[in-house]
C-alpha cells in the first residue's frame, strides 16, 4: 500500500518533469522568452562601484553623490560605500 502511494508520487514528479523539459523546448523553438523579468533587448548596465557587480539601473539601488548617480546591486554594498566615503 505505502510502496503503491510512493510509486505514484513518483511518477507525478517524472511526469511533470517531462512536462517541463517539453515545454521548454517549445517555447525554446517558438521564440517565446523563457523566464519572466529578463530584457528581451539590450539593456546598458552599470558596474557597482564597490564589488564591480554588473546590474541592470532599474533595479539597482541608486544613491546620487554631487551630481553624478551611483548603482549598487544591494543595500550592503550601498552602506559599505557610505561608510567608506564617510
Do not use: E
Not at 511518477?11 to 517555447?27: E, N, Q
Not at 523563457?34 to 530584457?39: D, N, Q, T, Y
Request: hydrophobic share 50%; proline share 5%.
Amino acid at each position: 500500500m505505502v510502496l503503491d502511494a510512493l510509486l505514484s508520487v513518483l511518477m507525478l514528479f517524472v511526469a511533470r518533469a517531462v512536462w517541463l523539459l517539453i515545454d521548454g523546448i517549445l517555447k525554446g523553438v517558438s521564440g517565446h522568452p523563457s523566464s519572466a523579468g529578463v530584457p528581451t533587448r539590450g539593456v546598458q548596465m552599470v558596474r557597482d562601484p564597490v564589488c564591480g557587480t554588473f546590474v541592470i539601473p532599474d533595479r539597482a539601488v541608486m544613491i546620487t553623490d554631487g551630481r553624478r548617480q551611483l548603482f549598487f546591486c544591494s543595500t550592503n554594498c550601498r552602506d559599505a560605500y557610505r561608510a567608506r566615503t564617510a
